[in-house]
């Protein structure tokens, strides 16, 4: 195996990158700056030296706490749980929400062995206890899993008195219902809303 | 920006990677071994010093003549001729040809200023001329810029007496006459076999 090939072997192991493709992507690096790989390089290797993760809500972040919980402009009294630390970013790109992230780090699976006690959610209750957080919102994925997870989490907040609320389920806007799955068509007719 | 959106940067200025696969390649990345990613890193940057190109053919190589030229039960009279380095390991791995292969490094392409002066064509007729040749077989693509580069480069070569060939285009095999351009269409009927 040439560096050519040793290099495409690598880019294949990525998600969403085939054989081709991977070849194609080293050919075009050959014809790249070195520079650019030097530093492309470079961003590889200290990847895991400057990521961490928030030690308050788990995401992914170069200084901890994170800028999102070191924010003081945002809203302390919303809190959005989430599977993943990428989460986070998905929803904070949206600036649908100003609140608080708490990443769970998973769902409650138990053909996997994952169980409630694997998860961060002990620490979420916690966090619920110091008494800021007026509203948790759980963002789950609509999963299952998902699902599963929301109603644990619902029923342990129970005796907080705090209010928890799951984001909505149904149609994707733009969508078209000849194209909806009947679970998503199922949803959208439970969470109807009445004008 | 930080650690993971300075790599998503990266990845998404390669071909074929948007800027949601580039996200999702840098969040796959924070999981994997780290061992992994030095590995990559180092074969990004030494990518430049352990790939050259062949002094006889123009492909790419390790060595210097490279595997092909200096394979001494490769047909010596066989010169297939290609655009691009790439196009050699492309041809190779189809094991369809036992030649040589002999680089253009591009078309002739009169509104992008590249004339025959530019390609390694001087380089093939003195390869022609030494004598071992018995058939060039011109394989650039059959695109205008492909086709005119093999006509002058048949021109070029007719008094030195040796065959030249193109190599056949038509419909793909599997393909679906449905969907075949009006142009392959048109070329496959001129090419034509009688049986």
């Known amino acids: 195996m040439n560096a050519i090939e040793e290099l495409a072997d690598s880019f294949s192991r990525l998600p969403g990158i085939g054989k081709k493709s991977a070849m194609r992507i080293s050919y075009h690096l050959l014809n790249e700056d070195p520079a650019f790989l030097s530093q492309f390089a470079r961003e590889l290797t ?16 170069e200084t901890d706490p994170c800028a999102i919980c070191s924010d003081l402009l945002r809203d302390r009294s919303l809190l959005c749980v989430v599977e993943q630390p990428q989460d986070v970013m998905t929803i904070d790109a949206s600036h649908e929400f100003r609140g608080l992230f708490h990443v769970l780090g998973g769902v409650i699976a138990p053909l996997e062995g994952i169980g409630p006690t694997q998860l961060s959610i002990g620490r979420l209750v916690e966090r619920v206890k110091e008494g800021e957080i007026k509203e948790v919102i759980i963002a789950t994925n609509p999963t299952v899993e998902g699902d599963t997870t929301a109603l644990y989490i619902q029923r342990i907040l129970a005796p907080t008195g705090v209010t928890v609320s799951r984001l909505a389920s149904g149609l994707p806007v733009g969508g078209d219902l000849e194209y909806a799955d009947k679970l998503t068509l199922a949803r959208s007719f439970r969470g109807r809303i009445t004008y």
Not at 47 to 61: E, F, N, P
């Open 46 to 61: 200290t990847l895991h030296q400057r990521i961490k993760r928030c030690s308050v809500c788990g995401a992914y972040t």
